[in-house]
T-cell receptor, first 117, second 115 residues
Framework: NAGVMQNPRHLVRRRGQEARLRCSPM?????VYWYRQLPEEGLKFMVYLQKENIIDESGMPKERFSAEFPKEGPSILRIQQVVRGDSAAYFC???????????????FGEGSRLTVL | AQSVSQHNHHVILSEAASLELGCNYSYGGTVNLFWYVQYPGQHLQLLLKYFSGDPLVKGIKGFEAEFIKSKFSFNLRKPSVQWSDTAEYFCAVINYGGSQGNLIFGKGTKLSVKP
């Protein structure tokens, strides 16, 4: 499905700059999840949000990273003062109410690839 | 901590060959198990899932996986691969009843099928 839209697909930043990654969930989906894939690694869970609420941020780095899913508009993953180690693919997924990984109803976007120079 | 191991980083097969991709997880409790596939340039898609019941699970495109609880394994199989199966395959696990998003993924196995 092409329902989960992420942009930008590719983003280049210099060390110290800010990166903002956007995710529009599938129509009708109220839950959003962010994952990070470092080179040669599997996807790692970062954060799970519902509209205006962070439900689980156990995978988020303690500093420089934040996420929001406002009442209107896309979910935003924000990385402040980027460092080279932040270079990765960031994937967003969405699910309908009552769905999620436990039901297998998790739909992924194509990812945003961040390169930090 | 939970982890998922995929034994092969890159598998190269000829068309019509049989496929088996290994996946082992470390968690003693009840889990839900998944295989996802990512075709070149596309998003991750769910291939199949196991929650309970028959440990042999059928998925899309002729894939199947067998859950062997005693071995903590969930290997993916296909009797005869096609060139179009060229993709990266990810095994994933979540604690039953755990946080809805906290899937634990393996590192992935790249499958290249030669025509």
């Amino acid at each position: 499905n092409a329902g989960v839209m992420q942009n930008p697909r590719h983003l280049v930043r210099r060390r110290g700059q800010e990166a903002r990654l956007r995710c529009s969930p599938m129509k009708g989906h109220s839950h959003v999840y962010w994952y990070r894939q470092l080179p040669e690694e599997g996807l790692k869970f970062m954060v799970y949000l519902q509209k205006e609420n962070i439900i689980d941020e156990s995978g988020m780095p303690k500093e420089r990273f934040s996420a929001e899913f406002p009442k209107e508009g896309p979910s935003i993953l924000r990385i402040q003062q980027v460092v080279r180690g932040d270079s990765a693919a960031y994937f967003c997924a969405s699910s309908p109410l009552g769905g999620g990984a436990n039901t297998g109803e998790l739909f992924f976007g194509e990812g945003s690839r961040l390169t930090v120079l | 901590a939970q982890s998922v191991s995929q034994h092969n980083h890159h598998v190269i097969l000829s068309e019509a060959a049989s496929l088996e991709l290994g996946c082992n997880y470390s968690y003693g409790g009840t889990v839900n198990l998944f295989w996802y596939v990512q075709y070149p340039g596309q998003h991750l898609q769910l291939l199949l899932k196991y929650f309970s019941g028959d440990p042999l699970v059928k998925g899309i495109k002729g894939f199947e996986a067998e859950f062997i609880k005693s071995k903590f394994s969930f290997n993916l199989r296909k009797p005869s691969v096609q060139w179009s199966d060229t993709a990266e395959y990810f095994c994933a696990v979540i604690n039953y009843g755990g946080s809805q998003g906290n899937l634990i993924f393996g590192k992935g196995t790249k499958l290249s099928v030669k025509p």
